[in-house]
């Protein structure tokens, strides 16, 4: 039977998309593009925002007009919290939340045997165990996601996540270490490690830390690269940064989420920080690793974000000097504290400080690219495309430039040569 996948939302959904995708090829399912012809297709969802909830509806509904006939199964997020919603869209056979994915084979083969439809999401525990999803490649692309842990303790007022995905659980560290060592084997030599709260690694478990699992990491054989996908700021503890500056294989790059550069705002959002603590601390790492390169994440139109807030803000995101910003639009989430907060902003405001923020953004980028040209990076080749191979240098500036795709995988030296989106140009060496 042939089956297709389609991924929304972020690494974490990338990485276990991929691990369900094995659990299929195992089995002898061949899988195909999503957009043809298929026997089965199936959706992986995201609801961290409104954006991302009707977009997995959309695409939820698509396969049922290339085949009617075929078999729809929904996973992830959306359906774990609007599995019943889910259920009623056209085709769909089989929902399932964000755990017991590992049986997904097994439960479109019960299906086959008697076609009764199946609602298989079960409430999150507070004690849920870790599950047992693994990887041995990572078919879409060279750099490699590898999911370390799953969800999140923080309850920020606007995120909906930890309702999605529970508290934190880390997998364990053989396990970890035995996917890396596959992953070598099929060609990666760098893996990005993500989860939910991807710095929380550890946090449940008693004599294991992330720094134990970075330094375990630094010494597999083979690995280039290790790069941490995101991580808080209250986590870049002094342990952590002197992992980061002893390693030869961490990259020099921290994503580092801010969501608001206003004092105001941070503390309705419930981020455990100040603005001034997240400045000291950008600049004690600076110290200790001159070539760091910051990005991060920022949220605008918050419930009450008045333009002095907002203005605050933009001020901050330039004196903290980031490389590049993610810029989202704060979205209203039922069953999240910030739902109900009076003063919501109008949709047309946000609209706007989005695209000063995006604008603020292109410039930094701009400017870090601007002193970066005629200098040597090493860039991974990740993917061919439009004739070009593409790839990140260790401090992520996005490259593309002309080379054999005999190259794919490598580690290459790439001259920076002139700024571009979305990604700018290179000289191979």
Avoid: W
Avoid at 59 to 79: E, Q
Avoid at 142 to 159: P, V
Avoid at 383 to 392: M, P, S
């Amino acid at each position: 039977m042939k089956v297709a996948f389609y991924t929304l939302g972020c690494k974490v959904n990338s990485y276990e998309t991929e691990a369900v995708m094995e659990k299929f090829l195992a089995k002898g399912y061949e899988v195909v593009d999503f957009d043809g012809m298929s026997d089965v297709y199936v959706i992986n969802s995201c609801m961290v925002t409104n954006t991302g909830e009707k977009k997995s509806k959309q695409i939820t509904r698509r396969p049922y007009h290339h085949n009617p006939k075929a078999i729809v199964i929904v996973m992830g997020c959306l359906s774990q919290l609007k599995a019943a919603e889910m259920m009623e869209i056209d085709g769909v056979k089989i929902v399932i939340g964000t755990k017991n994915r590992e049986n997904l084979v097994d439960y479109l083969e019960n299906y086959l045997e008697d076609e009764v439809p199946r609602n298989l999401v079960s409430a999150l525990e507070k004690d849920e165990e870790y599950d047992a999803l693994t990887i041995n490649d990572f078919h879409t692309q060279k750099r490699a996601f590898l999911k370390i842990q799953d969800g999140c303790n923080n309850f920020c007022t606007y995120c909906i996540i930890p309702y999605t995905r529970g508290r934190i659980r880390s997998k364990a560290k053989d396990l970890i270490l035995e996917e890396v060592d596959q992953l070598v084997k099929h060609g990666h030599i760098e893996v990005v490690l993500t989860g939910i709260h991807t710095g929380g690694y550890g946090a449940d478990l008693e004599d294991y830390s992330f720094a134990d699992l970075l330094r375990d990491l630094e010494k597999v054989r083979g690995l280039e690269r290790i790069r941490i996908s995101s991580i808080e700021i209250s986590e870049l503890d002094e342990e952590i940064l002197e992992v980061i500056t002893k390693s030869k294989k961490i990259v020099h790059h921290l994503h580092i989420p801010l969501q608001s550069g206003s004092n105001r705002i941070l503390k309705l959002m419930n981020r455990k920080y100040r603005k001034e603590e997240f400045l000291d601390k950008l600049n004690k790492i600076r110290e200790k690793i001159s070539d760091v390169a910051f990005t991060t994440d920022v949220i605008v139109g918050f419930p009450s974000e008045t333009e002095a807030d907002f203005d605050e803000a933009y001020d901050f995101i330039k004196t903290a000097g980031f490389q590049e910003l993610h810029v989202f639009p704060y979205s209203r989430r039922s069953g999240t504290v910030a739902d109900k907060m009076p003063e919501q902003v109008d949709p047309e405001t946000k609209k706007d400080r989005v695209r000063k923020l995006l604008e603020l953004s292109d410039f930094l980028m701009a400017e870090y690219i601007e002193k970066s040209i005629g200098k040597t990076v090493k860039v991974i080749a990740e993917q061919e495309k439009e004739g070009f191979l593409v790839g990140h240098s260790r401090d992520y500036i996005a490259l593309k430039f002309k080379g054999d795709k005999i190259l794919l995988g490598r580690e290459v030296e790439v001259k920076v040569i002139a700024p571009d989106k979305p990604y700018n140009l290179g000289s191979l060496i």
